[in-house]
């Protein structure tokens, strides 16, 4: 946790360099905290359009049309 505490508190301090190390686990630990994230955004979205698909929207004719059945009243 601190090599993360400390990325942030240095993100803007251009003088010095990090390690790879440093540099890649940062990557690393940023990924893992919002793959989950990212996978809950993607499960919403194709429950989103597969309800549109399913009630009869037709994205052929009117692209915008997901956004308008999502939010029609």
């Known amino acids: 946790m601190k090599l993360i505490a400390d ?3 240095n993100y803007v301090n251009f003088s010095g360099r990090t390690s ?3 540099f890649w686990l940062t990557v690393l630990y940023l990924f893992l905290l919002t793959l989950p994230i990212n996978i ?3 499960i919403v979205a ?4 597969h309800t549109a698909v399913s009630s009869g929207v037709d994205f052929g004719n009117n692209p915008w049309a997901l956004y308008s059945s ?3 009243s």
């Open 70 to 72: 999502l939010f029609s």
């Open 7 to 9: 990325y942030f508190r």
């Open 40 to 42: 809950i955004l993607m």
């Open 20 to 22: 790879r190390r440093d």
């Open 46 to 49: 194709y429950g989103a359009v």
